[in-house]
């Protein structure tokens, strides 16, 4: 977190002993981060459900 301030990623208000996102070129990064990270993580879980569950699934196979 201090390295974060020290760089200028976020900034310190000492009265409030706040963290903030100083601009608003700063904030649409973090939010495309923390949109890329949910994804992700979407994708992982469902991932994880498709191989866990899938062999437990009914298989139907339709002859004509």
Same mark, same amino acid.
């Given at each position: 977190m201090t390295l974060l #301030? *020290?760089?200028g990623y976020l900034a310190y208000?000492? @009265?409030? @002993?706040?963290?903030y996102i100083p601009n608003q070129e700063v904030m649409?990064?973090?939010? &495309?981060v923390v949109e890329d #990270?949910?994804?992700f993580r979407m994708s992982e879980i469902s991932t994880k459900f498709t =191989?866990?569950?899938r062999r *437990?699934?009914?298989?139907y #196979? #339709? =002859? &004509?």
């Open positions: #301030i *020290h760089l208000d000492g @009265q409030k @002993q706040e963290i649409d990064e973090f939010e &495309n #990270i949910i994804w =191989v866990k569950y *437990h699934l009914p298989i #196979i #339709i =002859v &004509n």
